[in-house]
């Protein structure tokens, strides 16, 4: 205590805070960089193309919030994500061929998959909690067991012939404007030829920051989120204070799968078509988000917001080098830097930094 | 009291010692239990030919395994050796490219090509060594961070396509088997006998791939300095207490930078060998997963990811295991995508155990 009081002076404390939120300036600082360089970037489209992509990683993101504040990790993500997509598609294929209405074959063909879609994440649960595997492995194992069987399901292609509902709800927007004539909300009018439509938050990102804001709550004020943090810290503290680590590490984990399962409906309804593959690409950008967010691998730190953050800055990235012309692939470079980065900057002044959490 | 306790232990003795067998070796016994089964069920599979094919087409995956093995040993894991023989890989095929088109020495340009591509990896190893050990980032980071380095810039080099053109002969070294046998006719070795076309290389006996003389030799230097040295030791050392080993005098820190060094070399001649197998410059896919793979093996081989535990033994085992399910599923005609199931299922059962039989290990 008496050191962090000494090292407040004026200068120092300038420090400390601009290294505590070093990432929000960070993004601040690549939006205005971006948004000076590439000429589309900063305009309405430009951010409602990055507010398209981001519902996969920002629930994947959570989801590995989650599991890496108790020290652990879940690697099975991308394919449960893959694997809620394919069972999705196929659930709803075939609840429409059996005559049923579009609508309700797509709500309960989603019911049904979120419920089938938490069971990988019980039994990385059980796995991890009750038996003590290490998560990388037990995740690791779920992740093939996922794709081998979505692989399975859809026999090594991709699900076909969804109702075109899914599709109208998956990339339909939350507001849709035609300039000085409608305002409708969630399914878009009809237009007519030279009318332009202006759509502003699209549905699924509107979902997904939905489970952000209510799981960001859960985490921060709830006993659960207390108890999270709690077995990250010191899991032998956290079973002398009576808290039920091993079913509270089955919860965790189900949560997890809970949000991939999500994220893969929303792939279905917005690509109309369920993959194994889906979200591969997903599983790497969201660990470094929840890195870049200060979270660390011993367990105990980490938030949610700035997890959000973390994920908006790959976001920022990856649509800013595509406007620019740039192959994907430099992306992947600058990632990798980003990730170092963020953790050396933890590693230079740990104290400092999650001081607040 | 005393008796009665040595009676019982003594009665128990024989069959919980096969028993005791069994569950260390489970890895093999199961290997042994699935290489008879698809001798049954699998077209062609037991075959010498089809041995060879196994072999030959786990190298790379022998290469990784074996620097997965070094690195969680000593509690840390590598998870950018994927990605690094990828990086390598296109490296070493684009030097020997543009050498080759202007017309260097095949010999020349083939070897120029795989030591700076070498080096490069000794240099990333270098650089998440560094950062492991004197800037404590953890491994799990520092080396997810550089495979996405490696990876983005081995397709930034590629753009995205395998490199081709590259000079002749690779595959000729890289496929190319120790004897040749024309049955009544002729032997050779290296080279195929001369003068042999079209329908009569069917019935070529090939005997022993080069890439296997080239792994078993790789695979029995490691197993000696893992084994043998005192390298070895001081890494088992690091693994089982880093806090022992540090007070024993080892110099942790040159320690592990070396153990990064070695694993990100150990990929990059993955990735060389790769060029001499497939005559192309392939960079890794997101979805190849060559690093978990690798871990899993090791795992399966018996190694803790807590650290202090593994020999290069178990981990080619493991790697068989894996080659053998996916050969032997193939050839029985399974769904190819029943592999991944099925290596997600040996994992979990490599782990449970280990868990329930802490003692064995």
């Not at chain 2, 081709?164 to 004897?179: A, R």
Request: aromatic fraction near 12%.
């Amino acid at each position: 205590m008496d050191n962090i009081t000494i090292k407040k002076n004026g200068l120092h404390e300038l420090f400390l805070q601009l290294g505590n939120k070093w990432i929000f300036f960070f993004l601040l600082l690549e939006v205005i960089i971006f948004s000076i360089i590439s000429p589309g970037f900063f305009s309405l489209n430009g951010i409602q193309t990055i507010l398209n992509n981001s519902p996969s990683i920002l629930l994947l993101g959570l989801a590995e919030t989650f599991v890496i504040i108790t020290g652990g990790i879940d690697l099975s993500v991308g394919f449960v994500m893959g694997f809620s997509s394919v069972v999705s598609a196929k659930l709803i294929v075939t609840f429409v061929g059996l005559g049923m209405n579009d609508a309700l074959s797509i709500i309960i063909g989603i019911v049904i998959t979120i419920c089938i879609g938490i069971i990988p994440g019980f039994l990385n649960g059980i796995l991890i909690g009750r038996y003590k595997v290490p998560a990388l492995i037990a995740t690791f194992s779920m992740l093939g067991i996922t794709h081998g069987i979505s692989e399975l399901l859809i026999e090594g292609s991709a699900a076909k012939n969804l109702p075109a509902l899914a599709g109208k709800i998956g990339n339909g927007s939350l507001i849709n404007m035609v300039p000085g004539k409608t305002v409708s909300f969630f399914i878009s009018p009809t237009i007519q030829r030279g009318e332009h439509l202006i759509e502003i938050l699209p549905n699924m990102f509107v979902i997904a920051f939905i489970f952000v804001i209510f799981f960001a709550f859960i985490l921060k004020s709830t006993k659960f989120g207390q108890h999270t943090y709690a077995i990250g810290g010191n899991i032998d503290a956290a079973i002398r204070a009576g808290i039920d680590v091993k079913n509270h590490i089955i919860k965790i984990y189900m949560l997890s799968s809970l949000f991939a399962t999500i994220a893969g409906i929303i792939y279905m309804l917005r690509f109309v078509t369920g993959k194994a593959d889906s979200g591969v690409m997903f599983l790497l950008d969201s660990i470094v988000a929840v890195v870049i967010g200060g979270a660390s691998f011993y367990g105990g730190f980490g938030s949610v917001w700035k997890t959000v953050i973390g994920c908006f800055i790959i976001l920022v990235l990856e649509n800013g080098l595509r406007m620019l012309g740039f192959p994907t692939f430099y992306k992947l470079v600058l990632v990798g830097v980003i990730l170092i980065f963020a953790v050396l900057v933890d590693q230079f002044s740990p104290e400092l930094l999650h001081k607040e959490d | 009291m005393n008796t009665n306790k040595n009676l019982a232990l003594n009665v128990t003795q024989n069959p919980s010692k096969l028993f005791s067998l069994l569950a260390k070796n489970w890895a093999l016994f199961f290997l042994l239990i699935l290489i008879l089964i698809f001798s049954f069920t699998g077209k062609r599979f037991f075959q010498l030919a089809n041995f060879q094919n196994i072999i030959h087409l786990s190298t790379t995956s022998l290469l990784l395994a074996a620097a997965e093995t070094f690195v969680i040993i000593t509690g840390g894991i590598d998870l950018s050796v994927g990605f690094m023989m990828g990086l390598s890989s296109v490296l070493s095929a684009t030097i020997m490219q543009k050498m080759h088109a202007v017309n260097f020495l095949p010999a020349l340009s083939i070897s120029i090509g795989s030591i700076i591509a070498l080096i490069v990896c000794i240099i990333a190893g270098l650089i998440s060594g560094i950062m492991i050990t004197k800037y404590r980032v953890p491994s799990f980071i520092a080396t997810l961070g550089m495979g996405g380095i490696a990876s983005g810039i081995a397709l930034i080099m590629s753009e995205g396509f395998p490199v081709t053109f590259l000079p002749p002969y690779l595959t000729d070294i890289g496929n190319g088997y120790l004897i040749y046998i024309f049955p009544g006719k002729a032997i050779s070795f290296f080279n195929k006998p001369e003068g042999i076309t079209g329908k009569e290389l069917k019935e070529l006996i090939r005997i022993i791939p080069n890439s296997f003389i080239f792994i078993v030799i790789v695979l029995f230097i490691l197993w000696h300095i893992l084994k043998n040295t005192k390298f070895g030791q001081h890494t088992y050392a690091i693994g089982g207490s880093m806090v022992a080993a540090v007070r024993a005098g080892i110099n942790t820190n040159r320690h592990l930078i070396i153990i990064y060094v070695l694993s990100s070399f150990l990929a990059g001649l993955a990735g060389v060998f790769n060029v001499f197998q497939t005559g192309i410059g392939n960079y890794t896919q997101f979805s190849s997963m060559y690093e978990l793979l690798a871990i899993a093996s090791v795992v399966i081989g018996g190694a803790s990811l807590f650290g202090g535990k593994g020999r290069i033994i178990g981990s080619v085992i493991g790697v068989i295991l894996i080659s053998v399910i996916e050969n032997g599923l193939q050839l029985s005609g399974v769904d190819p995508f029943y592999r991944f199931i099925a290596v997600g299922l040996i994992l979990i059962a490599a782990i449970i155990i280990d868990q329930s039989f802490p003692d064995l290990f």
